[in-house]
């Protein structure tokens, strides 16, 4: 037996991400002897043939390894923190056309050539590919957020993604994308209401705290997601208070409300911009 082998290999298994192709443990002179060692003693286990995990590996990056597979589009962004719309369910996955990936069940499968390489044993899309397979997965707006959230994230500059041979889907994206959008919401509006042509300004200081958008001079529009809530809701009456006193007509919405009732929505900003809300001219 060999204890320092048997915690070396998991802990670089670990550094590896939890999941690791045994040739390259085996390039960074881990013998047969260590890992069987390792599988005898439960630090490790064989996943399939060539590769191998910790028993508390991620089970997305299991699963990957075993079908040949690499985590991408909504799955990966969802992993880098970047915001998705919350309606697109299940896992999805890239795979390169002619490789071996298998065929999942319930897994959504992306057969494309990347924008960048995949290297061998790699089991997570990078975020060119990520952002560049959601361009063709998800509806305009949504792919829109998703972009934008990458671009204030820092996760992606618009200059390197510009450089790369995308697709029209994608270069639309590209030549819309504003790297400010908050949470992801207020990118849906600026499409949405592009035909008032009214200036809209997203993520604006008004009062001592950010408006999510004002449309015109005078008329914010507040989006409420599910953590405006006790105090949270409290100071949010107040500012709108502040903001009424000020001259500015608040029109405050739910997250549910913008992505399922925006016939609602754009019916109360309509009538509004008729009455002559959003003028500088209406305050007294």
């Known amino acids: 037996m060999h204890p320092r082998a048997r915690r070396d290999i998991s802990l670089e298994v670990a550094r590896l991400g939890g999941v690791a192709r045994v040739s390259a443990l085996i390039d960074l002179g881990f013998r047969r002897a260590d890992f069987d060692a390792a599988l005898a003693a439960g630090a490790i286990q064989r996943i399939r043939q060539g590769w191998v ?27 880098l923190g970047v915001w998705v719309h919350d309606q697109n369910p299940g896992v999805h996955v890239a795979a390169t056309p002619g490789s071996a990936g298998g065929k ?16 061998p044993g790699v089991l997570e899309d990078s975020i060119e590919n990520v952002l560049a397979i959601i361009a063709e997965c998800e509806p305009y707006e949504q ?56 200036p809209i300004r997203t993520q604006i200081w008004i009062a001592g705290h950010r408006v999510d958008a004002l449309i015109g001079d005078r008329l914010v529009l507040q989006i409420d997601g599910g953590h405006h809530v006790g105090e949270q809701r409290s100071e949010d009456i107040r500012h709108d208070a502040e903001l009424k006193l000020m001259g500015y007509h608040v029109i405050r ?7 399922d009732e925006w016939h609602m929505v754009q019916d109360l900003i309509m009538r509004a911009v008729a009455q002559g809300l959003h003028l500088a001219s209406r305050r007294s």
């Open 53 to 79: 995990a910790l028993p508390d590996a991620s089970p997305l990056l299991v699963s990957a390894a075993q079908r040949g597979v690499v985590l991408s589009c909504v799955t990966q962004a969802r992993r």
């Open 104 to 119: 999942p069940t319930h897994i959504r499968v992306h057969w494309s050539k990347p924008l960048i390489p995949r290297p």
């Open 143 to 198: 792919a829109l957020a998703t972009w934008e959230s990458a671009l204030k994230l820092g996760l992606i500059a618009r200059e390197s993604m510009g450089n790369l041979p995308l697709r029209p889907s994608a270069r639309r994206l590209l030549s819309e994308v504003q790297p400010f959008a908050d949470a992801g919401t207020e990118s849906y509006l600026r499409p949405r209401l592009r035909w008032l042509k009214l």
């Open 253 to 259: 919405i739910s997250y549910d409300q913008l992505m």
